[in-house]
């Protein structure tokens, strides 16, 4: 993006006020979520939300919109920041950092992904923890409780919501993101989106369990992908009056041209996460999918990909110290301990992986129909007055509609075992 056209000058103007805060005279084209929701509906796309374990799947996602001139978001679960070297601390001014030196001109927004709200004390811990993350220029959440009854999420989402600046984006969930055959239904996304609505909180995405799941499918036991994107359509139709579009999670080994489909289903943000890993750690992928390869019980490296073997060995070291099996999806909590040397490897291997990690975002992003996307972004800032993205929604639902005696679930228990949010 020229950096010289008045439109672009305009949207660094009207940035977020956290954002301006943070950044000051610098041309960092970091925007509101809001934003980025509605420029997405305006046009039909999707926006690639890709989950930053390591500080060179940033650079490669933002080099992918850079050259295709389309805005991403720049994703790290609650979780995520506890086992991963990017954190909520650092990915603001790594971004910055990677849109400089790669010319500028990037327009994305960074979005707190699964902050998990799991009982009262996180719900009173969340308060002064999200409000440090919008100082420090974070300008997206998505609030997730869904690992409670209907009732509680409704409660928790809310409480937590109003704690979140109206002029950033919003993303809730209803529904744990499990893996096929665990479907949210049309009336607890009603019974959700409905509840929010009429407490003053409207989302812009509604995160569902429609089948998908985080991390590999691992084809040895038998897993496949299976995102009902009929259960999606239904959902997204049900919630379109409140303004609510559908956040697909668990993309990662999907074949791309399904991924191609889902913005006739009601998608508008693809989440992304475990392929990047995968392009870090050069293990052998699937070529339509990016699905990682196991074999005889294993994750198997490619030596020509990725990080150097001899530092895979390390980690598979660590692995099996740690007791995870080989084809574990704990892998992920390497990230951290093995941050340093990741980061310390030669030019050459941190250019291959984020040639790589930009290649495979270029594809999400023209099978998101999001080439160019940052015009129609531009756009919708030039529409506003000023900095403020706060929607202007109404609010349709009664609160008489919503309590809990006619909560879906009627309250009762959901699963507080494995942790499903990233």
């Known amino acids: ?201 409207f989302p812009d995405f509604l995160a569902i369990s429609n089948g998908s799941k985080h991390g590999t499918y691992d084809s040895t036991a038998g897993e496949v992908e299976g995102i009902d994107l009929e259960r999606t359509r239904e959902i997204a139709e049900a919630v379109s009056p409140f303004g609510v579009t559908i956040a697909q999670h668990g993309i990662s080994g999907t074949p791309l041209d399904k991924v191609s489909r889902f913005s006739e289903f009601g998608i508008n943000k693809g989440n992304v996460g475990t392929l990047w890993q995968n392009i870090v750690f050069g293990l052998e992928m699937d070529p339509v999918t990016g699905n990682a390869v196991v074999k005889d019980g294993s994750y198997v490296k490619d030596p020509a990909r990725g990080i150097t073997l001899e530092l895979w060995e390390e980690i598979v070291k660590w692995a099996d110290g740690q007791g995870l099996s080989r084809k574990s999806g704990d892998y992920k909590k390497a990230n951290r301990p093995f941050d340093e040397a990741i980061m310390a490897l030669p030019e050459g291997i941190h250019g291959r992986i984020v040639e790589e990690t930009a290649e495979w975002a270029k594809r999400f992003i023209r099978a998101f129909h999001a080439e160019g996307s940052s015009e129609a972004l531009m756009e919708i800032v030039s529409e506003r007055p000023d900095h403020n993205a706060a929607p202007e929604q109404a609010v349709i639902a009664s609160r008489k509609d919503h309590y809990r005696e006619i909560a879906p679930d009627r309250g009762a228990a959901k699963d507080k075992g494995k942790d499903f949010s990233d």
């Open 1 to 201: 993006m020229d950096q010289d056209r008045r439109s672009f000058r305009e949207l660094l103007e009207k940035r977020p006020l956290n954002v301006q805060s943070v950044f000051g005279s610098e041309p960092v084209a970091l925007v509101s979520g809001r934003d980025i929701a509605a420029a997405a509906r305006s046009v039909g796309s999707i926006v690639l939300a890709s989950n930053v374990r390591n500080p060179l799947t940033i650079k490669g996602v933002l080099k992918a919109a850079r050259e295709l001139e389309a805005f991403v978001m720049l994703e790290l679960a609650k979780s995520e920041a506890t086992y991963c070297g990017c954190t909520f601390e650092n990915v603001p001014q790594l971004a910055a950092r990677y849109s400089s030196e790669l010319g500028g001109g990037v327009l994305f927004g960074l979005h707190v992904d699964h902050y998990a709200i799991r009982s009262r004390e996180d719900l009173l811990a969340s308060i002064p923890h999200l409000r440090k993350l919008v100082e420090l220029g974070w300008t997206s959440v998505a609030v997730d409780a869904s690992h409670n009854p209907d009732w509680e999420n409704l409660c928790f989402t809310r409480d937590v919501a109003m704690h979140i600046p109206a002029y950033l984006g919003l993303e809730v969930e209803v529904g744990e993101i499990k893996g096929p055959g665990e479907l949210t239904t049309v009336e607890e996304a009603l019974f959700f989106i409905g509840g929010l609505n009429s407490w003053r909180i």
